[in-house]
């Protein structure tokens, strides 16, 4: 199987100029697909994430929002990009921002770093992270991949062990290590 998972990463980083448009398509759910695919291109880092971090600062719809940002931070994990973790680090404690573009960032921030979960990011992600924008942002194929938002949170956030079906986020922050 992994010669086939390498065959379309090569496929895709070929295509790239192919897929780059897309991310201005009138549908939102090709962009966000445009973004997932363009996540695991094998090369191009800098003509792709500007294109994504682009089309974040236009982008209404906030399930692609979110594809944008934790297609950034795919781009950084598989070419040890270290600008991207500082941008995330940003993008969360950012009040400007939408909830949606914090949320993302913070779990992908989480996902490069090594550090322990900071209490502000803990109680963030607590505020803005319900059932309602579980429904939007389980959209997104990261989140799908990882068995949707509010399990993200549960295991990142809140260390706790994948859980089907899953509980709901605790009511008071804890203190658990990442």
């Known amino acids: 199987m992994t010669w086939t998972i390498e065959a379309s990463r090569l496929a895709i980083t070929a295509d790239t100029n192919l897929l780059l448009p897309l991310l201005h ?16 291109a094998l090369d191009h880092l800098g003509p792709i994430t500007v294109a994504l971090r682009a ?4 982008e209404q719809e906030p399930h692609v929002r979110a ?3 934790l297609a950034c931070a795919e ?11 500082g941008w995330l680090g940003t993008l969360w404690p950012d009040p400007d921002q939408p909830a949606d573009v914090r949320v993302a960032a913070a779990l992908a921030w989480l996902c490069l770093t090594d550090s322990p979960v900071p209490d502000s990011l803990r109680t963030m992600v607590d505020a803005f ?6 429904k939007v942002l389980d959209e997104v ?3 799908a991949r990882n068995y949707g938002l509010l399990s993200t949170v549960r295991q990142l956030v809140h260390g ?3 859980a ?15």
């Open 75 to 85: 781009l950084a994990r598989g070419h040890c990009e270290p600008d991207t973790v």
């Open 129 to 134: 992270v319900t059932n309602d924008s579980a």
């Open 67 to 69: 594809a944008l940002v």
């Open 160 to 162: 706790r062990p994948f």
């Open 141 to 143: 194929p990261w989140f």
């Open 55 to 58: 089309r974040l600062a236009v």
């Open 25 to 40: 398509d009138p549908v939102p759910d090709v962009r966000t697909a445009a973004a997932d695919a363009l996540a695991t």
């Open 164 to 178: 089907y079906p899953v509980p709901p986020l605790p009511k008071t922050p804890s203190h658990h290590p990442h």
